[in-house]
């Protein structure tokens, strides 16, 4: 069984890229209070659509999903789940409602990781919910082409209360003790809850919300605002390439975190510079238009008044549309589609 001594890595040392993406992010938060003190409507927007995108992308990487309408409701708890990948995105709502509101009031501890989980399930008629696996599960990696082979063989079932417990205290005692940064801490930590594996189904989900509870919890507030998991969802290939870099020789002990350290943090710096543009640009900026007009200048490619609606949060839908209107007028877009199917594109031959 897999020993686990996080004391140990107070001996490690880390190269300069991952101190780089620790003290960039150290910076951020400190600036965060500043970002912060915005005002409570663009704070507001900015959490709402977070809420959504990180509901959104988190089932989606896993394969669950329903209609963007459909989905706004669940998470506005407007209606209730129809079919089972809505009831999976009304857990993980729930779920991410509780660390949003009731983070400090969250122990890492193996009691409250199944009460998650739980919660997870707890509108499917899945049974397990709330209780470690009983049968050994495998991470299998599926070709086009129909072939799949096994990547990894998580913890045996026997093992995996303990490996949860003994993880959940190993990193309590090393953030205590401050072996080393929390922000190399937790990516350490959730490699190896993923490698463990602990449940039947959800631990891909499971990981990301233990994320986001374990930034909160070290004053990393920025996947409140940001969505952190629409981030990794964007990046999925990547992901699963150092999910599976890190999974190497980890029974023994002997695998490499790095990949995975460096892919987390880097998820997180990205995010804070996606806060910092989206509520930093407001004290440079006055009209809506000059707001909008930026906006579309940081954008590629095709893009919807939604999309430049949730990079302006400090305007309201029908400022946005208006500038839209002016700048479709003045040559600067092109307009394309009608209704709701309408999108945009810069005029790559405007001067």
Avoid at 37 to 62: G, H, M
Avoid at 74 to 83: D, R, Y
Avoid at 148 to 177: G, N
Wanted: charged letters at 25%; hydrophobic letters at 35%; proline letters at 3%.
């Amino acid at each position: 069984m897999r020993q686990f001594d996080y004391s140990k890595l107070r001996g490690s040392s880390w190269d300069s890229e991952i101190l780089s993406f620790v003290a960039q992010i150290h910076e951020y938060k400190g600036k965060q209070e500043l970002f912060l003190r915005q005002k409570p409507v663009e704070l507001k927007r900015l959490i709402d659509l977070a809420r959504i995108q990180s509901t959104e992308s988190s089932n989606k990487i896993e394969g669950i999903g329903t209609s963007n309408a459909r989905l706004r409701q669940l998470v506005e708890e407007k209606t209730t789940p129809h079919n089972r990948d809505e009831q999976e995105i009304a857990g993980y709502r729930d779920i991410l409602n509780t660390i949003h509101e009731s983070f400090e009031h969250i122990p890492l501890k193996s009691e409250f990781i199944l009460q998650l989980h739980r919660d997870l399930l707890s509108y499917t008629d899945k049974t397990f919910g709330g209780n470690y696996k009983n049968t050994q599960n495998f991470i299998n990696e599926f070709h086009a082409d129909g072939t799949s082979f096994t990547r990894f063989t998580s913890s045996k079932p026997f093992e995996t209360p303990q490996a949860v417990h003994d993880i959940c205290v190993e990193y309590q005692q090393a953030l205590e003790k401050q072996v080393i940064d929390p922000l190399v801490l937790i990516p350490i930590f959730i490699c190896d809850f993923l490698c463990i594996h602990p449940f039947n189904d959800g631990n891909g989900r499971m990981s990301r919300l233990l994320t986001t509870l374990l930034l909160y919890k070290s004053g990393y507030m920025v996947g409140k605002y940001i969505s952190i998991e629409k981030k990794i969802e964007k990046t999925k290939e990547i992901y699963y390439d150092v999910l599976g870099k890190i999974s190497r020789d980890w029974h023994d002990g002997m695998n490499d975190y790095t990949p995975f350290i460096k892919y987390l943090l880097g998820i997180i710096l990205n995010s804070y510079k996606d806060l910092e543009s989206r509520l930093g640009s407001l004290d440079r900026m006055s009209t809506p238009y000059d707001i909008v007009r930026t906006a579309v200048g940081n954008t590629l490619g095709v893009f919807t008044k939604a999309q430049i609606l949730a990079q302006c949060p400090s305007i309201g839908s029908s400022s946005v549309e208006a500038a839209l209107k002016k700048l479709k007028e003045e040559g600067l877009i092109i307009r394309q589609g009608g209704g709701r199917s309408t999108t945009y594109m810069r005029n790559l031959n405007y001067h």
